[in-house]
């Protein structure tokens, strides 16, 4: 379905420790693909976006990996700091152009 | 080059008022996407325009709401007679190519009903 959940998953990372948020999409005919920031009070911020005929992106610190046999989207964020903390969300084009936005993951710093 | 504006940043109705929100896209981008999000929730897709045209909008009540984006001027999302259940974060987005660009981030209009 489209963003439901009423609660966000959480993953609590080391500061310095690498993240790995993941998400699965449903529409094996999506293309392109997003990874969103949103910090508190804030409207999303992009981070790293990927196309279906891709595999992998890097961009700085982060990655982003597309399985398109499972239906699979990660982002890695390396040597996380605590300005990583957010919830993250992916999101997916599907049609021509609607934007689709999954559940979304919060991710927490420990000192 | 600004960002996406959108405004009010807050706005309180009484139930049965009518709620306007404005969203003007970055310079040069004529596109634009409304989004609703609950506390603890994600984003979900309301409409799709492009000027003077509704692209798609499938996400948005079929009462209530409506939506515009004229020649000239912001995109405007109007709730009339606004009920509690209204309440949320309204984002709009915009992009220079829909679909095919990253979406741009307002900072959203917090609506609270009465």
């Known amino acids: 379905g489209e963003s439901v959940g009423l609660h966000l998953p959480t993953l609590s990372v080391q500061e310095g420790d690498n993240s790995i948020i993941n998400c699965a999409y449903s529409n094996s005919a999506s293309d392109y693909f997003i990874w969103y920031k949103q910090e508190s009070g804030k409207g999303p911020q992009f981070i790293i976006d990927i196309r279906s005929n891709m595999d992998k992106r890097q961009g700085q610190r982060v990655t982003v990996l597309l399985n398109k046999t499972v239906k699979h989207l990660s982002l890695q964020i390396a040597a996380t700091q605590p300005g990583d903390s957010a919830v993250y969300f992916c999101?997916?084009?599907?049609?021509?152009?609607?934007?689709?936005f999954g559940s979304g993951t919060r991710l927490s710093i420990r000192p | 080059n600004a960002g996406v504006m959108q405004n009010p940043r807050h706005l309180v109705r009484r139930r049965g008022q009518e709620a306007r929100l404005r969203c003007s896209p970055m310079?040069?981008?004529?596109?634009v996407y409304w989004y609703r999000q609950l506390p603890e929730e994600g984003l979900k897709f309301m409409v799709y325009?492009?000027?003077?045209?509704?692209?798609?909008e499938s996400g948005m009540p079929k009462e209530r709401f409506s939506a515009e984006f004229p020649k000239e001027g912001p995109s405007i999302l109007r709730i009339q007679q606004v009920v509690r259940g209204d309440s949320a974060a309204y984002f709009c987005?915009?992009?220079?190519?829909?679909?095919?660009?990253?979406?741009?981030f307002g900072s959203g209009t917090q609506l609270s009903v009465l």
């Open positions: 999101a997916e084009k599907r049609g021509a152009s609607k934007i689709i």
């Open positions: 310079k040069g981008h004529s596109h």
């Open positions: 325009l492009q000027k003077e045209n509704i692209i798609d």
């Open positions: 987005a915009s992009s220079l190519d829909g679909g095919k660009e990253k979406l741009f």
